[in-house]
């Protein structure tokens, strides 16, 4: 180290020193997007990298966050803190400390609860001359169809790097997604999953998910574009389509045998309604002749006993008959009767 760095460094507090100085001697471990410590208004204070990994699974999502920062930044600021007074925390601890605050996870529109996750190495060196400083954080996650939106806030009145990407658990299917989307073709458009991309746009990241179906569920994590719903990847394979339509042959057989039961019986039903119809007339009709049948009995046997009991009645009735039986002459005569004939 040069004699001018080690005066700069004795006045900063010795852990914060120590710590920068480690970091600036460790190997590498990411790139930085923008391959250095960029320059910018504030003279060597570089441009921030924020990249976030999220982890949705069934139940819950975790999320890495991580925030690159130039180490002449760190040190500035380090440097500015000590000035002001600081406080009996280091820099780097207090900086860690912040950076959850700026993180929001929302799922519908309702905010997540976090809860923190210990980071054994939360600041490491990645690109040479950037300090990465690493928060993690997870959440419970409703099991139903929705849109999850996290939102990175830090450095909020500052350009800087953004790059976002996505694991899903093999049991959903990503409907929607700022960070990607599938055209007609089933190929993915607009892909900046992962992606270092300067813009501010990218602070907050949208995605829509739901349950997968029997024939879309997979095992294990695997990069949202490789879940997004009417992507080629997405397409089950033949033989997943050929055993799914013979699991559904016994399904429709079964289907069509309990059809054919209920039919039968409905049949059945109906021939015993229609056969209890017809006993029932039969049965009326026979009651209504036996009723019918003392009636008319009653009448012949009531003329026989008026005949009976009124024998000028019978008389009359004969007299009618024979005068019924007379011819009548042309000219007007009785026609003589057989005891006429029988006096003469």
């Known amino acids: 180290m040069r004699a001018k760095d080690r005066e700069a460094f004795a006045r900063v507090p010795r852990a914060v020193g120590c710590a920068l100085l480690l970091l600036a001697n460790a190997g590498t471990v990411l790139a930085h997007p923008g391959g250095h410590a960029e320059g910018s208004g504030a003279g060597l204070r570089g441009v921030v990298g924020q990249r976030s990994e999220l982890t949705i699974d069934a139940g819950k999502v975790a999320v890495t966050y991580v925030a690159e920062v130039p180490q002449t930044r760190l040190y500035q600021e380090a440097w500015a803190d000590t000035k002001a007074g600081g406080n009996d925390q280091t ?165 069509r045998a309990l059809g054919l039961r209920a039919a039968r019986r409905r049949h059945a039903e109906a021939l015993a309604a229609a056969e209890g119809e017809t006993e029932n007339d039969v049965t009326d009709e026979a009651e209504h002749d036996a009723e019918a049948a003392p009636d008319a009995g009653g009448e012949v046997r009531g003329d026989a006993l008026d005949d009976a009991n009124d024998p000028a009645g019978r008389t009359a009735d004969a007299h009618d008959a024979v005068g019924a039986g007379e011819e009548t002459r042309p000219d007007g005569a009785r026609a003589p009767d057989a005891d006429d004939d029988r006096s003469a």
Do not use: C
């Open 91 to 255: 820099y780097l601890e207090r900086r860690l400390a912040e950076l959850p605050g700026g993180l929001t996870l929302a799922f519908d529109g309702e905010p997540l609860a976090w809860s923190a996750v210990a980071v054994t190495d939360p600041a490491r060196v990645g690109e040479p001359g950037f300090v990465e400083l690493h928060v993690v954080r997870t959440a419970r996650l409703p099991r139903s169809t929705g849109k999850l939106t996290f939102r990175t806030l830090n450095w909020p009145d500052e350009d800087g790097w953004f790059a976002t990407s996505v694991q899903v658990d093999g049991s959903l299917v990503v409907t929607s997604s700022t960070l990607a989307r599938v055209d007609a073709d089933g190929e993915l458009a607009d892909d900046r999953h992962g992606a270092w991309v300067k813009d501010s746009a990218l602070r907050s990241v949208e995605v829509a998910i739901r349950p997968a179906g029997i024939l879309e569920r997979a095992e294990g994590l695997h990069p949202m574009t490789e879940r997004m719903e009417g992507s080629n990847a997405m397409r089950p394979p033949l033989w997943a389509l050929v055993l799914g339509g013979l699991g559904l042959v016994p399904i429709a057989l079964a289907g």
